[in-house]
C-alpha cells in the first residue's frame, strides 16, 4: 500500500482544498497569462495585415496612374519632331527676313 491514492493518504477536505487552491491558480495566473500572450501575438498580426491592405490599395493606384506611361515615347517622338520643325521655321524666317 505504498502507492496509496491521496484521497486515502490525505482527508477529502485537504484535496477538495488544493483542488480550489489549482482552480484559483489557474483563473488568477495561468487564463490571465494567456490572454496576455495572444494578444502581444495578434496585435502585430493585425498591424502586418493592415501594412498589406494599405500596400495594395496604394499599388492598385499606381498602377492606374502608369497607364499613360508607354504613351511617352509617342510624345517624345512627337516633341522631337516638333523640335525640328521649329528649327526649320526659323530658319526660313530668317531667310526671308
Keep these: 500500500m505504498a502507492f496509496a491514492p491521496v484521497q486515502h493518504r490525505l482527508g477529502k477536505e485537504v484535496v477538495v482544498v488544493l483542488w480550489w487552491i489549482g482552480i484559483v491558480l489557474l483563473v488568477l495566473v495561468?487564463?490571465?497569462?494567456?490572454?496576455?500572450?495572444?494578444?502581444?501575438?495578434?496585435?502585430?498580426?493585425?498591424?502586418?495585415?493592415?501594412?498589406?491592405?494599405?500596400?495594395?490599395e496604394h499599388g492598385v493606384g499606381i498602377t492606374a496612374?502608369?497607364?499613360?506611361v508607354p504613351k511617352l515615347v509617342r510624345t517624345k517622338e512627337l516633341t522631337g519632331a516638333a523640335r525640328r520643325d521649329a528649327g526649320r521655321y526659323v530658319a526660313a524666317l530668317k531667310r526671308l527676313l
Excluded at 487564463?31 to 501594412?51: C, G, H, K, S
Design 30 to 56: 495561468v487564463a490571465p497569462t494567456v490572454i496576455f500572450l495572444l494578444n502581444r501575438l495578434t496585435r502585430p498580426a493585425y498591424e502586418i495585415r493592415a501594412y498589406a491592405d494599405d500596400i495594395l
Design 65 to 68: 496612374e502608369l497607364d499613360a
